[in-house]
């Protein structure tokens, strides 16, 4: 009896110590199969940076081409298209003054440009500057006039160029703008005739307008329709520019001058100082 419980307790023991054997080849592979799994899992964590890095930036990348956008839009804001076909230049002598305001209104109430030719005694006016700001402001041309308009100072003592430098300085500090184009005072001839004036004109690389029609309207006070009158039997060719001053009696004829030349097909246009053209009564091709 006592050597058949014996091995039967010994049995015992054997099947337990094979029981558990088995059990633990049977885990391991359990154990690492979790372990491989868990940290496949784990990994996605990793790619959401990306995700969040990109929301960051994407506003700046957008900040950063909003000036440039701004900047090609001031371009073409700015640029000057060159006229075709009929034209005519509508420019103002002798301002600015107590009218420039309403000239401006009647211009921009026909949706037309034109060149002003301005006094340095005139600009040198405070209460004058902001009419010359908005005239800039809303694309007219401003060029010089000379300080004093004195035939004897300009011509005759040469004080032309230094005046006209004078002149286009002023009308730089006002407005910010640089032009080079100037209308002599009674014209270039007489005036120019001096080679010397002009010679010095060409050294400062400054261009001068006289004009194709004479409005007469300085001399016409009380009579708007004798200076429309001047302006239509003028009118021949395909390119005109039309000599007018800031006087009461012009302002009255604007709407109608601006009425004919729209009735003939004419556009109107500003001087383009990188499309210059001749218009000198002495022909001189440098001016």
Same mark, same amino acid.
């Given at each position: 009896?006592?050597?058949?419980?014996?091995?039967?307790?010994?049995?015992?023991?054997?099947?337990?110590?094979?029981?558990?054997?088995?059990?633990?080849?049977?885990?391991?592979?359990?154990?690492?199969?979790?372990?491989?799994?868990?940290?496949?899992?784990?990994?996605? #964590?990793?790619?959401?940076?990306?995700?969040?890095?990109?929301?960051?930036?994407?506003?700046?990348?957008?900040?950063?081409?909003?000036? %440039?956008?701004? +900047?090609?839009?001031?371009?073409?804001?700015?640029?000057?298209?060159?006229? @075709?076909? $009929?034209?005519?230049?509508?420019?103002?002598?002798?301002?600015?003054?107590?009218?420039?305001?309403?000239?401006?209104? &009647?211009?921009?109430? *026909?949706? /037309?440009?034109? @060149?002003?030719?301005?006094?340095?005694?005139?600009? %040198?006016?405070?209460?004058?500057?902001?009419?010359?700001?908005?005239?800039?402001?809303?694309? *007219?041309?401003?060029?010089?006039?000379?300080?004093? *308009?004195?035939? $004897? $100072?300009? !011509? $005759?003592?040469?004080?032309? /160029?230094?005046?006209?430098?004078?002149?286009?300085?002023?009308?730089?500090?006002?407005?910010?703008?640089?032009?080079?184009?100037v209308r002599p005072p009674y014209g270039s001839a007489p005036g120019l005739k001096n080679e010397q004036i002009r010679q010095q004109l060409v050294d400062a +690389?400054?261009? &001068?307008?006289?004009? @194709?029609?004479?409005?007469?309207?300085?001399?016409? #006070?009380?009579?708007?329709?004798?200076?429309?009158?001047?302006? %239509?039997?003028?009118?021949?060719?395909?390119? +005109?520019?039309?000599?007018? *001053?800031?006087?009461?009696?012009?302002? =009255? =004829?604007?709407?109608?001058?601006?009425?004919? !030349?729209?009735?003939?097909?004419?556009?109107? =246009?500003? !001087?383009?100082?990188?499309?210059?053209?001749?218009?000198?009564?002495?022909?001189?091709?440098?001016?």
């Open positions: 009896m006592n050597v058949s419980q014996d091995t039967y307790a010994e049995k015992r023991k054997g099947n337990k110590k094979r029981f558990f054997i088995l059990l633990l080849i049977l885990l391991i592979p359990i154990f690492f199969t979790g372990f491989f799994v868990g940290k496949s899992f784990s990994a996605p #964590k990793k790619p959401i940076e990306p995700e969040v890095i990109e929301d960051v930036e994407a506003p700046l990348v957008q900040e950063e081409q909003k000036p %440039k956008e701004e +900047e090609q839009s001031k371009e073409e804001t700015s640029a000057v298209e060159k006229p @075709t076909g $009929k034209v005519v230049y509508l420019t103002f002598d002798d301002g600015p003054s107590k009218l420039t305001d309403e000239f401006l209104n &009647v211009l921009q109430e *026909h949706d /037309v440009k034109a @060149t002003f030719f301005m006094q340095g005694k005139n600009l %040198k006016k405070e209460y004058l500057q902001e009419s010359v700001k908005r005239a800039v402001k809303e694309r *007219h041309y401003i060029g010089a006039h000379s300080m004093t *308009h004195d035939f $004897k $100072k300009l !011509y $005759k003592e040469n004080q032309f /160029v230094p005046e006209m430098r004078e002149t286009l300085e002023l009308i730089r500090d006002i407005t910010g703008e640089s032009p080079q184009l +690389e400054i261009k &001068v307008w006289d004009w @194709t029609i004479d409005s007469q309207d300085w001399k016409l #006070k009380d009579n708007p329709n004798q200076i429309i009158e001047n302006i %239509k039997l003028g009118t021949k060719d395909e390119k +005109e520019i039309v000599l007018m *001053h800031e006087k009461t009696q012009t302002l =009255a =004829a604007l709407p109608e001058v601006i009425k004919f !030349y729209k009735e003939q097909g004419y556009q109107f =246009a500003i !001087y383009d100082e990188s499309d210059h053209f001749v218009l000198n009564f002495l022909n001189d091709i440098r001016l």
